[in-house]
C-alpha cells in the first residue's frame, strides 16, 4: 500500500462528511446552465433572482409587472448564456437583460398607460438629503408612482448611470428630451420625498 | 465622543444609495416565478428536442430511402447471374432433355419463369404473344432488326440448318449426345440475352432429344407444334427429315403420325411449303417495331433543402422616407446590418409536378413543371427588424443587448423548365443529371418576432409595402441517381440539387445587379416518373 493512501482516503470522506457543501463557483453554475442542467439553472436564479427583482420592481409599477419582467429577463438569461463572453461580471450582464425586458415590457404597455404628470412645479431647488430618513420602501414606491417614460429616464440616469445622450439613443429620444424628462421627474420626486419626510438641512 | 455624521447626499446619491447599493435592494420575488420559469424552460427545452427529432427524422428517412434503393439496386444486379447459374446448373442435372421441353408450354410464359425455362419463355413470347411483355420489348430494343430476322429468317433457315445438322448423327449416339448437350448449353446460356439463338434452342433441343427418345416421331411432330406455335413450314420440313432419319426405329405411339409424314416424304424433304397441309400453313410472325417512347412523360418530385434567402436590405441614407424621423434611416439601416448578421439558413420544402419529353433519339430531356414551395430562415435584431423602415419614435433601439428572434416563412409557386440528361433504355440504376430556370411567383411572406406577437407580418401578392420583390427567377442544377425496374413503368430519381437566384429577393435593392445578394439552397430531391420510355408501334 503507497504511504499517504489512507490519509488521502480518510481526507476525502471528512471533505464529503463534513460541513455544508460548497456553492458552484460562477463558471461552474454556467458551464452547468450551458449543459441544460436544472439545477444549475435553478441555482443560477436562486442567487440572483433577489437582486434583479429589485432591478424589476424599479421599472415596473406594481410587483406583478416586475415579476413578469423577471421571468422574461431570466428566460433570456438561459437561452442566451451561450453569447456571455465572460469579460464582465455575470450580475451586470444579467442586470443588462433584465433592463431590456423591462424596456421591452414599457413599449409593449405603453399604449396602454395614461399619462398624467400631475401638479408640480417647474423646479426645485437643489436640496440634501439623510440617507437614513428614507427607508428602501418608501423610495421604491416613490420611483413607482412616477409616469412611466419619466421613471424610465430616472432610473437609466440616476440608477444605472447612463448619460442622457444614451439614454436618447436607447430610447430613440434627442438628448434634450432625455434632459427635460429627467428634470421632470427629478421635481416629481423631490415634491413626494417632501411630503414624505421634511428635509434635514 | 466621536459622534458620526450621517451620510448625506443629492437626490440621486439618496436614490443610488437605497435602491442600487443598499443590502435592502434585494427582494426575493414570490417562489411561483421560479415554477413559472421552469415550466417555461421546459416547453422552450421541449420545442428544440421537437425540432432536432424532426431533422433527425428526415436525417433516417433519408437514409433509409438510400439504403433501399441501393438494396434494390444490388438485388436487381444479383438476378440475371443467379438465373444463368441456375439454368446451366438445370442442364446438367437434367439428362432427359424432354422432361424440359416438356415443362415448356407452348403458350406464353411470364418473363420472370425459372431459369430451366427462361430460353422457352422468351422464344414462345416471342412467336406466339401478340403483346409483347416489356421486358422482352426492352431487350429487343436494342436490336429489333436482329430479332425480327431471327423469327423470319433465323428461325426458319439457319435454325433448321442446326438442327438437320444434328439429325445426321443419328446413328452415332455419343454424338448425338454431344450436339444436345451443346445445343441446349447454348440455348440456355445465351436465350437470355440473344434473340436470335434463343429462337434456335427449343428446335435443336426437340429435335435432337426426338432422335433420342424411344418415341423420335412424337417428339419430331411435338417439337413442331412447341415450336410451330406460329407454324413454321421449315420447321414441320424438319420433323420430316427426321422421321426419314429415323424409320427404322419403329415406335407404337408413333405410328399414325409416321404414316402420314412417310406418305408425303418426297414433298417435305423438298422442304416445299406449298406442299404442305392448308393447317399447317406458314405464319408470318411480325415482330412489332420498337423505338423510345417522344410521348410525355409525369412524375412528382420532393425536395428539402437547405433555404438562404441572403437578403441585404441596406439602402442609402436618402433612399430612407424622412417621415418616419430624422434616425430613422441610421436605425433601420443597422438594423438591416444586425439582421444580415444573424440570418440563418432554414428548412426549404418543395413539391412540384413535372411532365417530360425525349428530344429526338438523345439522352436529352425536356422537363417542365409547376412547384409549390415553402422556405424558412430566421434572424435576430435588437428591433424586431422584418424589412421595413424601423421609425425612430420607438423604443427599439433599448434593445440592443437582447437579440430578438424573427423568422420568416417563404411559400412560392415556380414554373421550371429543365434539361435533363438520362439514359432512356437504361434500368436499374443509371445516373442523371439536369440544369434549368425557375421562374417563381412569391406568394406570401409571413415574419414573426418571438415574444412580440404584435410584431407579426405577413406580406402577399397584394401588399405594395412589402419589401419583398414579388416575381423572381433562379437558375437550377443537379445530378442523381435513378432506378428503373425492368418491366415496369416507374422510376425513382433521387439526388442533390441546388437553386441560385438570379435576382435578389429584395424588392428595391441599392446595389448594382452584379453586386445583389441573391438566395440560394441545397438539398436532396427524390423524384417518382410515371409513364414508359419505350413504346411500341
Same mark, same amino acid.
Given at each position: 500500500?503507497?504511504?499517504?493512501?489512507?490519509?488521502?482516503?480518510?481526507?476525502?470522506?471528512?471533505?464529503?462528511?463534513?460541513?455544508?457543501?460548497?456553492?458552484?463557483?460562477?463558471?461552474?453554475?454556467?458551464?452547468?446552465?450551458?449543459?441544460?442542467?436544472?439545477?444549475?439553472?435553478?441555482?443560477?436564479?436562486?442567487?440572483?433572482?433577489?437582486?434583479?427583482?429589485?432591478?424589476?420592481?424599479?421599472?415596473?409599477?406594481?410587483?406583478?409587472?416586475?415579476?413578469?419582467?423577471?421571468?422574461?429577463?431570466?428566460?433570456?438569461?438561459?437561452?442566451?448564456?451561450?453569447?456571455?463572453?465572460?469579460?464582465?461580471?455575470?450580475?451586470?450582464?444579467?442586470?443588462?437583460?433584465?433592463?431590456?425586458?423591462?424596456?421591452?415590457?414599457?413599449?409593449?404597455?405603453?399604449?396602454?398607460?395614461?399619462?398624467?404628470?400631475?401638479?408640480?412645479?417647474?423646479?426645485?431647488?437643489?436640496?440634501?438629503?439623510?440617507?437614513?430618513?428614507?427607508?428602501?420602501?418608501?423610495?421604491?414606491?416613490?420611483?413607482?408612482?412616477?409616469?412611466?417614460?419619466?421613471?424610465?429616464?430616472?432610473?437609466?440616469?440616476?440608477?444605472?448611470?447612463?448619460?442622457?445622450?444614451?439614454?436618447?439613443?436607447?430610447?430613440?429620444?434627442?438628448?434634450?428630451?432625455?434632459?427635460?424628462?429627467?428634470?421632470?421627474?427629478?421635481?416629481?420626486?423631490?415634491?413626494?420625498?417632501?411630503?414624505?419626510?421634511?428635509?434635514?438641512? | 465622543?466621536?459622534?458620526?455624521?450621517?451620510?448625506?447626499?443629492?437626490?440621486?446619491?439618496?436614490?443610488?444609495?437605497?435602491?442600487?447599493?443598499?443590502?435592502?435592494?434585494?427582494?426575493?420575488?414570490?417562489?411561483?416565478?421560479?415554477?413559472?420559469?421552469?415550466?417555461?424552460?421546459?416547453?422552450?427545452?421541449?420545442?428544440?428536442?421537437?425540432?432536432?427529432?424532426?431533422?433527425?427524422?428526415?436525417?433516417?428517412?433519408?437514409?433509409?430511402?438510400?439504403?433501399?434503393?441501393?438494396?434494390?439496386?444490388?438485388?436487381?444486379?444479383?438476378?440475371?447471374?443467379?438465373?444463368?447459374?441456375?439454368?446451366?446448373?438445370?442442364?446438367?442435372?437434367?439428362?432427359?432433355?424432354?422432361?424440359?421441353?416438356?415443362?415448356?408450354?407452348?403458350?406464353?410464359?411470364?418473363?420472370?419463369?425459372?431459369?430451366?425455362?427462361?430460353?422457352?419463355?422468351?422464344?414462345?413470347?416471342?412467336?406466339?404473344?401478340?403483346?409483347?411483355?416489356?421486358?422482352?420489348?426492352?431487350?429487343?430494343?436494342?436490336?429489333?432488326?436482329?430479332?425480327?430476322?431471327?423469327?423470319?429468317?433465323?428461325?426458319?433457315?439457319?435454325?433448321?440448318?442446326?438442327?438437320?445438322?444434328?439429325?445426321?448423327?443419328?446413328?452415332?449416339?455419343?454424338?448425338?449426345?454431344?450436339?444436345?448437350?451443346?445445343?441446349?448449353?447454348?440455348?440456355?446460356?445465351?436465350?437470355?440475352?440473344?434473340?436470335? /439463338?434463343? +429462337?434456335? #434452342?427449343?428446335? *435443336?433441343?426437340?429435335?435432337? $432429344?426426338?432422335?433420342? !427418345?424411344? &418415341?423420335?416421331?412424337? =417428339? %419430331?411432330?411435338?417439337?413442331?407444334?412447341?415450336?410451330?406455335?406460329?407454324?413454321?413450314?421449315?420447321?414441320?420440313?424438319?420433323?420430316?427429315?427426321?422421321?426419314?432419319?429415323?424409320?427404322?426405329?419403329?415406335?407404337?405411339?408413333?405410328?399414325?403420325?409416321?404414316?402420314?409424314?412417310?406418305?408425303?416424304?418426297?414433298?417435305?424433304?423438298?422442304?416445299?411449303?406449298?406442299?404442305?397441309?392448308?393447317?399447317?400453313?406458314?405464319?408470318?410472325?411480325?415482330?412489332?417495331?420498337?423505338?423510345?417512347?417522344?410521348?410525355?412523360?409525369?412524375?412528382?418530385?420532393?425536395?428539402?433543402?437547405?433555404?438562404?434567402?441572403?437578403?441585404?436590405? /441596406?439602402? +442609402?441614407? #436618402?433612399?430612407? *422616407?424622412?417621415?418616419?424621423? $430624422?434616425?430613422?434611416? !441610421?436605425? &433601420?439601416?443597422?438594423? =438591416? %446590418?444586425?439582421?444580415?448578421?444573424?440570418?440563418?439558413?432554414?428548412?426549404?420544402?418543395?413539391?412540384?409536378?413535372?411532365?417530360?419529353?425525349?428530344?429526338?433519339?438523345?439522352?436529352?430531356?425536356?422537363?417542365?413543371?409547376?412547384?409549390?414551395?415553402?422556405?424558412?430562415?430566421?434572424?435576430?435584431?435588437?428591433?424586431?427588424?422584418?424589412?421595413?423602415?424601423?421609425?425612430?419614435?420607438?423604443?427599439?433601439?433599448?434593445?440592443?443587448?437582447?437579440?430578438?428572434?424573427?423568422?420568416?416563412?417563404?411559400?412560392?409557386?415556380?414554373?421550371?423548365?429543365?434539361?435533363?440528361?438520362?439514359?432512356?433504355?437504361?434500368?436499374?440504376?443509371?445516373?442523371?443529371?439536369? #440544369?434549368?430556370?425557375?421562374?417563381?411567383?412569391?406568394?406570401?411572406?409571413? !415574419?414573426?418576432?418571438?415574444?412580440?406577437?404584435?410584431?407579426?407580418?405577413?406580406?402577399?401578392?397584394?401588399?405594395?409595402?412589402?419589401?419583398?420583390?414579388?416575381?423572381?427567377?433562379?437558375?437550377?442544377?443537379?445530378?442523381?441517381?435513378?432506378?428503373?425496374?425492368?418491366?415496369?413503368?416507374?422510376?425513382?430519381?433521387?439526388?442533390?440539387?441546388?437553386?441560385?437566384?438570379?435576382?435578389?429577393?429584395?424588392?428595391?435593392?441599392?446595389?448594382?445587379?452584379?453586386?445583389?445578394?441573391?438566395?440560394?439552397?441545397?438539398?436532396?430531391?427524390?423524384?417518382?416518373?410515371?409513364?414508359?420510355?419505350?413504346?411500341?408501334?
Amino acid at each position: 500500500m503507497a504511504p499517504g493512501a489512507p490519509n488521502s482516503a480518510s481526507n476525502s470522506l471528512t471533505v464529503s462528511r463534513s460541513g455544508t457543501p460548497t456553492p458552484p463557483s460562477e463558471a461552474e453554475l454556467l458551464d452547468g446552465c450551458l449543459l441544460g442542467r436544472q439545477l444549475a439553472q435553478k441555482q443560477l436564479y436562486e442567487r440572483y433572482s433577489a437582486r434583479m427583482m429589485a432591478v424589476c420592481l424599479r421599472y415596473a409599477q406594481t410587483t406583478f409587472e416586475a415579476e413578469d419582467i423577471l421571468q422574461e429577463g431570466f428566460l433570456t438569461v438561459f437561452r442566451t448564456l451561450a453569447s456571455f463572453r465572460r469579460e464582465c461580471p455575470l450580475e451586470f450582464w444579467i442586470r443588462r437583460i433584465m433592463i431590456n425586458a423591462a424596456l421591452r415590457q414599457h413599449r409593449r404597455n405603453a399604449p396602454l398607460v395614461a399619462v398624467s404628470d400631475g401638479d408640480y412645479p417647474e423646479t426645485l431647488a437643489s436640496d440634501e438629503f439623510t440617507f437614513s430618513n428614507y427607508a428602501y420602501s418608501e423610495l421604491l414606491n416613490v420611483v413607482q408612482e412616477l409616469a412611466p417614460r419619466y421613471r424610465l429616464v430616472f432610473n437609466l440616469y440616476a440608477i444605472e448611470g447612463y448619460t442622457h445622450k444614451e439614454i436618447g439613443e436607447m430610447l430613440e429620444i434627442s438628448e434634450g428630451t432625455s434632459k427635460s424628462q429627467y428634470s421632470r421627474a427629478r421635481v416629481v420626486l423631490q415634491t413626494k420625498l417632501a411630503r414624505l419626510q421634511p428635509p434635514t438641512k | 465622543m466621536n459622534l458620526s455624521t450621517p451620510p448625506k447626499g443629492s437626490l440621486e446619491d439618496l436614490f443610488r444609495h437605497h435602491l442600487l447599493e443598499s443590502e435592502a435592494a434585494a427582494v426575493p420575488p414570490r417562489p411561483q416565478v421560479w415554477e413559472q420559469l421552469d415550466n417555461s424552460l421546459l416547453l422552450a427545452q421541449n420545442e428544440h428536442y421537437r425540432r432536432r427529432l424532426r431533422v433527425h427524422r428526415w436525417a433516417i428517412a433519408a437514409s433509409l430511402l438510400l439504403a433501399s434503393l441501393a438494396g434494390g439496386g444490388w438485388w436487381h444486379s444479383q438476378r440475371p447471374s443467379a438465373s444463368l447459374a441456375t439454368a446451366t446448373g438445370q442442364a446438367t442435372d437434367q439428362p432427359d432433355l424432354a422432361t424440359a421441353r416438356r415443362a415448356v408450354p407452348a403458350v406464353a410464359l411470364p418473363a420472370p419463369m425459372l431459369a430451366g425455362t427462361t430460353a422457352h419463355a422468351s422464344y414462345s413470347t416471342l412467336l406466339t404473344t401478340p403483346a409483347i411483355d416489356q421486358t422482352a420489348t426492352l431487350r429487343a430494343a436494342a436490336q429489333p432488326t436482329v430479332a425480327y430476322a431471327a423469327t423470319e429468317a433465323g428461325g426458319a433457315g439457319s435454325f433448321a440448318t442446326s438442327t438437320r445438322a444434328a439429325t445426321r448423327h443419328v446413328g452415332d449416339k455419343q454424338l448425338l449426345a454431344a450436339s444436345q448437350e451443346r445445343a441446349y448449353a447454348t440455348g440456355h446460356g445465351a436465350g437470355g440475352w440473344n434473340r436470335t /439463338t434463343a +429462337a434456335a #434452342v427449343p428446335a *435443336s433441343i426437340d429435335g435432337v $432429344a426426338g432422335a433420342d !427418345s424411344p &418415341t423420335p416421331l412424337y =417428339a %419430331a411432330q411435338t417439337a413442331a407444334h412447341t415450336v410451330g406455335a406460329g407454324q413454321s413450314a421449315d420447321l414441320l420440313a424438319l420433323s420430316g427429315e427426321l422421321a426419314a432419319g429415323i424409320s427404322g426405329e419403329t415406335s407404337a405411339t408413333a405410328g399414325l403420325a409416321l404414316q402420314a409424314l412417310r406418305t408425303s416424304q418426297a414433298s417435305l424433304a423438298s422442304a416445299q411449303v406449298a406442299a404442305l397441309p392448308a393447317s399447317l400453313s406458314p405464319v408470318a410472325v411480325v415482330m412489332p417495331a420498337v423505338e423510345v417512347a417522344r410521348s410525355w412523360q409525369f412524375g412528382l418530385s420532393y425536395a428539402a433543402s437547405a433555404y438562404q434567402p441572403n437578403i441585404d436590405f /441596406t439602402k +442609402a441614407p #436618402v433612399a430612407y *422616407s424622412t417621415a418616419m424621423g $430624422a434616425n430613422s434611416a !441610421s436605425i &433601420t439601416n443597422t438594423a =438591416a %446590418a444586425e439582421y444580415r448578421n444573424n440570418l440563418r439558413a432554414g428548412l426549404g420544402q418543395r413539391l412540384g409536378g413535372w411532365a417530360t419529353r425525349r428530344l429526338g433519339g438523345s439522352r436529352w430531356h425536356l422537363r417542365t413543371g409547376l412547384e409549390l414551395a415553402q422556405n424558412t430562415a430566421t434572424s435576430a435584431t435588437s428591433v424586431s427588424f422584418l424589412g421595413e423602415q424601423v421609425a425612430d419614435l420607438s423604443y427599439a433601439q433599448a434593445m440592443q443587448a437582447h437579440l430578438q428572434k424573427t423568422s420568416y416563412r417563404y411559400r412560392s409557386a415556380s414554373a421550371a423548365a429543365e434539361m435533363r440528361y438520362a439514359s432512356p433504355l437504361k434500368t436499374g440504376f443509371s445516373l442523371y443529371g439536369r #440544369v434549368g430556370a425557375l421562374l417563381t411567383s412569391l406568394l406570401n411572406v409571413h !415574419s414573426e418576432v418571438e415574444g412580440t406577437p404584435e410584431a407579426t407580418r405577413t406580406y402577399t401578392l397584394l401588399s405594395t409595402d412589402s419589401p419583398y420583390r414579388h416575381l423572381t427567377a433562379s437558375l437550377r442544377g443537379g445530378a442523381g441517381i435513378q432506378y428503373r425496374p425492368v418491366g415496369h413503368q416507374w422510376s425513382l430519381n433521387l439526388g442533390p440539387v441546388a437553386d441560385f437566384g438570379i435576382l435578389s429577393l429584395n424588392a428595391d435593392p441599392t446595389q448594382d445587379f452584379w453586386r445583389q445578394q441573391r438566395p440560394y439552397s441545397f438539398g436532396l430531391e427524390a423524384g417518382l416518373e410515371l409513364g414508359r420510355p419505350l413504346k411500341l408501334q
